[in-house]
């Protein structure tokens, strides 16, 4: 016997916003990512886009998905548990709890022109609301597994991947504690995660590593007279061998001979000039000359294990990520006229992530450029009290929380740049303990630990939201307001590495041209290639240098402000409207200390320190006070199929105009030193000399002089905040009563 049933299609009859809704079964059954995230069946919502991931593993260890909605920024979404807070503050684009999809009850998605009620969105406001336990005891187990054991080998890798095997289970129950009167809903999600993976980068060969930049030599170069302009450069693959009328250029080389100019010759660096260098003989830099902490290093750094210059080492690693995900909720009826309910979720989380060249850093495995590990963990704390005064009166309180702790470690030996050789990185202190500084040779992989690790990240979010229903007549207002404060310590290097950042390009080691093509004392540059590059670092002559310093550990205090009011009139029978107001407030951010926050006046060229001197914690930066956001909707009910609808509402940009992870000089100052032009190298720096950290500034009296070489944010203490205007029309028609 097969049953075959179904619900009568749903007209939204009163409403004029554009929304839909996920239901239980919807989440349980849908195909959803690997990691069964609900946010990945979001994009069957009219608007949504694909979902995406955002951030790393360790800033987003719960594999929090976003999506952009009717075009708009992702950070532009408003994410609710339970109708209280749910985005997080560090990276607002994600979710502090992704709850598993057996715990959902159903999921709520407006898009716009939403009513005066919803906000702090300019793109969509999505409400995930938890399952509640009932009468009846029921519960429900499950368990998936993804193994790389039953799919075909890579055939383009040399390398055989570690296995990968994800393992999901879990379970849900739910039911009565006192009939009738309490009830509780508890899941609990577990992940284990290792992940093969293997990623391709470029080293430098082993002849290379030794000075020999021989086979890096190209084609001999000719000129030809200046009526050949602008085509006077010849090359040739043999030596001594120009075209009759052209002249064989040359150049001086290390042994005192001249000897033919060739694309990719090495030449000495010099302080002044870059047109007559001399080149080192045979293109082979004497041991003599190598920097001895570049030996040291590549001591340490495998050799190839694939033929050719780019991509020639392949590396394979496993990615391993453990979660504990688990919540409950107790629903309690006082009376019938009184309920409460109470939701505490946790997530905690152990990722690694590895480098592959072990402490010298570089990518993980995967090619990621976060290469650490590390703990989080996650909570969120939803409870909400509902009265009815009568049954044209109700109230409704709720409280939210959340908490965020993400950390990742810089996995590396202490001191490891010191004992190197590359003086002055290891700093005694939690950004510069371990490790080398970022060492950037054009065309080859990166060494060294990412400009964001190590980080160690708290958040803590609270909202408090009172909304009231009076119902009068054919008129229903809702009034209300929500009120947040926004926590952030972040305790992570924002601009540049801590450790240092040597970039190492093929100009300091190459030549430039002497004059032009048209004129009769012009001299070509030979090209250069890659091998310049690694020959500049083997003398450990970087062409630029840069670090932060961090000299205060510190974070900033956000408080925003909703309120609204709003009228759902139902004129007549056919015809509803939908009328209100919506009023935001967001102060800009003061610092937890002073010296948090700052901002670089170009008038003065001078930077202002929030908490010292003239300058209060918002750093004078002005709270802009005129956020009205008027909404309005109209729905008709042509006739019991058809609905017309239409709407339109302003939302205001929610994300924070300026914040401490920019705008904090001389807690964290930027050095930046470059050479006199892309053809020399850093004067009176070297990688044995190490980036010197940059001094201490004192802040105190609110009003500092930057260096030259610093760098300074710029905010518009009077800046307004952006806004979005939605509109919609609407027909919806009922067919064959189970398809609208």
């Not at 039911?175 to 509780?184: A, C, L, R």
């Not at 708290?458 to 926004?486: A, C, P, Q």
Request: neutral net charge; hydrophobic residues 35%; contains cysteine.
């Amino acid at each position: 016997i097969v049953e075959i049933t179904s619900e009568p299609a749903a007209l939204k009859t009163d409403r004029a916003d554009v929304s839909a809704q996920l239901s239980d079964e919807q989440t349980s059954n849908l195909p959803l990512s690997l990691d069964r995230n609900y946010q990945s069946a979001l994009e069957i919502v009219p608007g949504v886009s694909e979902p995406s991931t955002v951030g790393s593993s360790f800033g987003n260890p719960n594999g929090s998905l976003i999506s952009r909605i009717n075009g708009q920024n992702e950070r532009y979404n408003n994410f609710q548990l339970d109708g209280t807070i749910n985005n997080q503050t560090n990276v607002i684009s994600q979710t502090a709890i992704v709850l598993p999809a057996d715990a959902i009850q159903v999921v709520d998605v407006s898009t716009n022109a939403y009513d005066a009620e919803q906000g702090r969105a300019a793109g969509g406001v999505v409400n995930v609301q938890m399952k509640s336990g009932t009468n009846r005891l029921r519960g429900s187990l499950f368990a998936y597994n993804t193994n790389s054991a039953f799919k075909a080998k890579n055939a383009l890798t040399g390398i055989e991947s570690p296995n990968t095997n994800l393992n999901q289970f879990g379970g849900t129950i739910g039911g009565p504690i006192i009939k009738d009167k309490t009830f509780f809903f508890g899941y609990y999600q577990g992940g284990r995660d290792r992940r093969g993976q293997n990623t391709f980068v470029a080293v430098p060969i082993a002849a290379y590593r030794t000075g020999d930049f021989s086979s890096a030599l190209g084609s001999y170069l000719c000129l030809l007279p200046v009526s050949a302009a602008p085509n006077r450069v010849v090359k040739t693959s043999q030596p001594n061998s120009c075209p009759v009328g052209s002249t064989t250029l040359t150049v001086m080389d290390t042994a005192g001979q001249t000897v033919q100019l060739r694309d990719g010759q090495i030449y000495r660096p010099t302080a002044t000039g870059s047109t007559n260098r001399v080149a080192y003989a045979g293109n082979i830099i004497p041991q003599s000359e190598i920097n001895p902490a570049v030996a040291a290093l590549f001591n340490l750094l495998p050799l190839p294990n694939r033929p050719g210059l780019g991509d020639n080492y392949e590396a394979a690693g496993t990615f391993v990520q453990d979660r504990e995900d688990f919540g409950i909720k107790i629903n309690h009826n006082f009376s019938a006229n009184t309920t409460i309910f109470g939701r505490y979720s946790y997530f905690k989380s152990k990722t690694a992530d590895l480098p592959i060249f072990g402490d010298l850093g570089g990518p993980s495995s995967g090619g990621g450029a976060t290469a650490s590990e590390g703990p989080g963990r996650n909570d969120s704390i939803s409870a909400n009290l509902t009265h009815v005064f009568s049954p044209k009166l109700i109230t409704e309180i709720r409280f939210g929380y959340v908490g965020v702790h993400i950390t990742g470690n810089n996995p590396s030996a202490v001191g490891l740049g010191n004992s190197l050789g590359i003086t002055n990185t290891n700093i005694d202190d939690f950004f510069s303990a371990t490790g080398i500084p970022q060492i950037a040779i054009s065309g080859y992989e990166t060494l060294g630990s990412a400009t964001t690790l190590p980080f160690d990240i708290k958040e803590k979010s609270y909202n408090i939201v009172n909304n009231w229903t009076l119902i009068s007549g054919n008129h229903t207002f809702r009034f209300g307001g929500d009120i947040r404060k926004l926590t952030l310590d972040k305790f992570q290097a924002t601009s540049s590495n801590p450790r240092g950042l040597f970039t190492f390009t093929t100009g300091p080691t190459g030549v430039t041209a002497v004059s032009t093509q048209t004129s009769a004392t012009f001299r070509p540059a030979p090209l250069t290639t890659n091998a310049n590059a690694v020959a500049g670092f083997l003398l450990g002559m970087p062409q630029s240098v840069r670090r932060t310093t961090v000299a205060q550990l510190g974070g900033y205090i956000t408080p925003q402000y909703f309120f609204f009011a709003q009228d759902r009139w139902q004129v007549n029978p056919k015809l509803t409207l939908n009328y209100g107001v919506r009023y935001e407030l967001y102060p800009y951010p003061s610092g937890t200390n002073p010296g948090d926050q700052s901002y670089y006046d170009p008038e003065t060229n001078t930077v202002l320190i929030s908490g010292y001197g003239p300058n209060d914690d918002r750093i004078n930066i002005k709270t802009e006070r005129g956020n009205i956001a008027p909404r309005l909707g109209v729905a008709y009910r042509f006739d019991d199929k058809t609905v017309i609808r239409a709407g339109y509402g302003i939302s205001f940009v929610p994300i924070t105009l300026n914040t401490l992870a920019n705008q904090n000089f001389g807690s964290q100052i930027d050095l930046q030193i470059a050479g006199s032009g892309a053809a020399f190298a850093v004067p009176g720096i070297t990688l044995t000399t190490g980036i010197p950290a940059a001094p201490i500034i004192d802040l105190t009296s609110g009003v500092v002089t930057p260096p030259n070489t610093a760098v300074v944010g710029v905010v518009n203490p009077n800046q307004r905040r952006g806004y979005i205007q939605s509109y919609n029309f609407t027909v919806e028609r009922d067919l064959w009563g189970f398809v609208t």
